[in-house]
């Protein structure tokens, strides 16, 4: 999953013990790699990490998300089917998030994430710090919603990533078969959500092992 599932499944600050340390740790854990760096932050922020890790594994091994995948292989996107797989399902949680989501309209759940991301920036690798710039600056969780916003991601990932040209295309393979990614995506969330639930309102249950 792609940033916006991420920060949305970081739970809530009613019910998530330690919630802005979850949220912290969960955009972090894409930059933190290895136990050093991991054990580099507070006990409250690794569970954010552990529970980002949490969310890749679930999503890469579920055969829902493989289905998808496997689909946009077919259209062209070899070994960077999961990354647009990833930003599209961000596109399809953003584009219908009253439905996902519907206690807070998505610019407002966008602009909280970025203020308290923002707060605490300097926690974060350096890389993080400068795409959470241009994250706020562009207001990209908002962005999703929109086609031209999937296209932008999907594009800026193309030209950041060294041989992978290929995600250029990769907004116009997504959106040529939507019907189709949008009936995986509806399967998907549930169970994914499900999933997370009980980690992030347990202030004592333990993540997998981190790796």
């Given amino acids: 999953m792609n940033i916006l599932a991420h920060l949305l499944l970081s739970g809530s600050p009613a019910t998530t013990p330690d919630y802005p340390d979850i949220v ?3 955009f972090a854990a894409e930059a ?27 999503t890469d091994t579920h055969p829902v998300v ?9 259209a062209g996107l070899g070994k960077w089917a999961g ?14 998030f009253a439905k996902f989501h ?6 407002d759940f966008a602009q909280r994430q970025y203020q308290l991301l923002h707060q605490r920036r300097h926690e974060l690798p350096e890389r993080l710090q400068e795409m959470l710039h241009y994250m706020r600056q562009h207001d990209w969780l908002t962005g999703y919603a929109h086609p031209e916003g999937l296209h932008r991601a999907l594009l800026g990932l193309s030209r950041r990533v060294p ?3 290929v995600l250029a295309t990769g907004a116009a393979a997504f959106l040529a078969e939507l019907p189709a990614y949008e009936a995986d995506f509806r399967e998907f969330w549930p169970e994914l959500r499900a ?3 009980t980690l992030v309102t347990a202030a004592d249950l333990e993540f997998p092992p981190y790796s």
């Fill in 66 to 74: 493989r289905r998808t995948t496997a689909r946009l292989r077919a």
């Fill in 24 to 26: 912290v740790g969960n």
């Fill in 102 to 107: 519907p206690s807070e309209p998505l610019p």
């Fill in 163 to 165: 041989a992978a040209a």
């Fill in 32 to 58: 933190v790699r290895g136990r050093a760096a991991l054990e580099a932050y507070p006990a409250a922020v690794q569970r954010g990490i552990r529970l980002h890790r949490f969310i890749d594994s679930f």
């Fill in 83 to 96: 990354v647009v797989s990833d930003v599209g399902y961000d596109h399809l949680l953003a584009r219908d």
């Fill in 195 to 197: 999933g997370v639930s």
